[in-house]
């Protein structure tokens, strides 16, 4: 069974990696992943803005815990509910939630990009994935 890591190895990005292993965790499989994630890399679209390892965790607790029907408002509540302890229990270990805070660099500018890749941050980001990961594992095994 691959990890995130793994996934991440293979050179997918942060949402991508977190949300294929999680899914992989789940038993869940879809064309739809990880197309779904894509678009969330770099902090959602290169921005900076949340990392998308975390997104990809937070589509990852919707998997499990998510509602099918919009008049169940009690399973909605409930998720954002644990989603926010998520989010929080990450910021306290990570520092942020923000991409660009956590490997210091705007990947949206062509000196940002540079930047990555001359100081090799992808395994800075690798290390993230792990560390989002490894808490995503303690809520999906609740």
Known sequence: MKNAGDYHDLGFNCCESVLLGASELL???SELIPKIA???G????HTGRICGAITG???ALGIKYGR???????TRDQL???TEKFLQDVEKELGSLNCIDLIGVALNTEEGLREYREKNLRDKCHEIIEK???ILRTYLTE
């Open 42 to 45: 770099g902090g959602i679209g």
């Open 132 to 134: 989002v990961e490894q």
């Open 57 to 59: 965790a937070v589509m």
């Open 38 to 40: 894509t678009g969330f």
């Open 27 to 29: 038993g869940v499989k």
């Open 68 to 74: 099918t029907s919009p008049q169940d408002k009690h």
């Open 80 to 82: 954002y509910l644990k």
